[in-house]
């Protein structure tokens, strides 16, 4: 359950334009929540940090606590009311989400990548196209069930899960090779 004494928004990962830590910030500023980044600062990021960032972080509204390691990282997700996830490309997967789901904490996010199909719209946060839809969002978190982030990642992304998937890609791609030669004659 979150922190109902400290209610915060988390965002966790590296401050960079790409991860949308602005979008994350101004999400807070605009229905005046409480957003705690968490994450590292790259060398190729600093500029974007120290321009865009740096002074808008308060330490009261907007903290940042920097990188964490895994049991701060869990600390951090379980305890946040809602984690956002606003990255501005086409991410592959974006582990930070199903993390926070697997916490029992519903994700924002843009539609970017991968996203779609980590995040069940409505179910265990929100999909949007914008930053705007997100806002609006952010109110309707409550009605999402905890406990149906953590079995969605079960359901979905667990250690058995993923295995079962990659075996059924290895049978297809197996039986698939065996027909190739069967029909060549080989």
Known sequence: EPDSNNPYIAFLGRLSEEKGVHHA???AKETGNKLIIA???DVNDRAYYEKDIKHLIDGKQIVYIGELGHDDKVELLKNAFMTVHPVTWPEPFGLVMA??????TPVLALNQGSIPEVISHKVTGFVEEDIESLIK???EVEN?????????????FSAERMTEGYLSVFRKMISSRIKNLETSGV
């Open 99 to 104: 993390e926070s789901m697997a916490c029992g």
């Open 39 to 41: 994450g590292k600062i």
């Open 144 to 156: 999402i069930d905890r406990w149906a982030c953590r079995k969605h990642v079960e359901d979905n």
């Open 25 to 27: 910030i101004r999400l």
């Open 137 to 139: 969002r952010v109110k």
